[in-house]
Nanobody, 114 residues
Framework: QVQFVESGGGLVQPGGSLRLSCVASGTIFTRDNMGWYRQAPGKQRESVAVLTSDGSTRYTNSVKGRFTISRDNAKNTMYLQMDSLAPEDTAVYYC????????WGQGTQVTISS
């Protein structure tokens, strides 16, 4: 059974940085297209970044140039480096396949506020 555990969220001031981690069990990142998603209060969950099995990356326009998706194959862990954070980045962040086909994890809360 596929399971994802996200971590690394927190409260940071605008302009700050965070690095999120996603540890997976039951799946292998290098074989699958993977993604980071987020859901802000009152909004639908949206795709933020995608990392394909061949190493290509895609980002939603609002995070291009600020967020970087990567993975550590040996640890079966995926990361999302988030820089120049803004209040509109506040959301619960999740990882999953791209498109998402596995059960969602609990996510990690990211709050950007001064």
């Amino acid at each position: 059974q596929v399971q994802f555990v996200e971590s690394g969220g927190g409260l940071v001031q605008p302009g700050g940085s965070l690095r999120l981690s996603c540890v997976a069990s039951g799946t292998i990142f290098t074989r699958d297209n993977m993604g980071w998603y987020r859901q802000a209060p009152g909004k639908q969950r949206e795709s933020v970044a995608v990392l394909t099995s061949d190493g290509s990356t895609r980002y939603t326009n609002s995070v291009k140039g600020r967020f970087t998706i990567s993975r550590d194959n040996a640890k079966n862990t995926m990361y999302l480096q988030m820089d120049s954070l803004a209040p509109e980045d506040t959301a619960v962040y999740y990882c999953n396949h791209a498109p998402p086909i596995a059960p969602w994890g609990q996510g990690t809360q990211v709050t950007i506020s001064s």
